[in-house]
């Protein structure tokens, strides 16, 4: 059965400083990956996906993340946060199989604080 | 173009009654999911449909159920409603399958009482 940790629940990060969140993933097969944030009252918005090619894929917000096999990870990047990136950020894992009718697998999501 | 959208965005039910959520797809998706998120159990997968047929389920009991219309819109239903089933129910989109980017939409709050 496939899943996803987020190791880290809470995240704590100053305004304009970097930010990383850890992903760890795992699934039999090649797997489609994906960050979504979700701000309070909100659904989710696709930040990025990874699903083959390049290991390092961009996404919305000046988001990144780095698929690294060898480690079933899948973590997400920021270079300079803003005030506004405080939510809750989730890392949910597909299937690559065809015809796929299987849902997401999500992690249990990190909430991220932006000090000012 | 629109988003997804859902209806109604907060519901308070009381144990026992029945609830009927709804979803409407972005223009031109066929496939709609729906997912259960709540605190303690974070976000789940419900069940996803397209064209009007059912192709996977979660592992939900049976009083969870839904069904897709022909224009895509999608309804999902919960009978005999139990507290734990207090939750923010979400429903995502997408063209064919859910390999694809999902469009989520903001979801139905649900209370029961």
Redesign the interface.
């Known amino acids: 059965a496939q899943s996803v940790t987020q190791p880290d629940i809470h995240i704590t990060v100053s305004e304009g400083a970097s930010l990383e969140l850890r992903c760890n993933y795992s699934y039999g097969a090649t797997p489609y990956l994906f960050w979504y944030v979700q701000s309070p009252g909100q659904g989710l918005q696709l930040l990025l996906k990874y699903f083959s090619g390049d290991t390092l894929v961009q996404g919305i917000k000046g988001f990144e993340a780095e698929f690294k096999r060898s480690q079933s990870s899948f973590n997400l990047r920021k270079p300079s946060v803003h005030w506004s990136d405080a939510a809750e950020y989730f890392c949910a894992v597909g299937a690559s199989s065809g015809g796929g009718a299987d849902g997401l697998t999500f992690g249990k999501g990190t909430h991220l604080i932006i000090q000012p | 173009k629109a988003g997804?959208t859902q209806t109604p965005r907060y519901l308070i039910k009381t144990r026992g009654q029945q609830v009927t959520l709804s979803c409407s797809p972005i223009s031109g998706h066929r496939?709609v999911?729906w997912?259960q998120q709540t605190p303690g159990q974070?976000?789940?997968?419900?069940?996803?449909y397209?064209s009007e047929t059912q192709?996977?389920k979660?592992n939900f009991p049976g009083r969870f159920s839904g069904r897709q219309f022909s224009n895509s819109r999608s309804e999902m239903n919960v009978s005999t409603l139990e507290l734990g089933d207090s939750a923010l129910y979400?429903c995502?989109s997408s063209w064919t399958?859910?390999?694809e980017?999902?469009?989520?939409?903001?979801?139905t709050r649900l209370l029961v009482l």
């Open positions: 997804v496939s999911s997912y974070g976000l789940q997968f419900l069940f996803e397209f192709r996977n979660g979400l995502a399958n859910t390999q980017t999902q469009y989520f939409g903001p979801g």
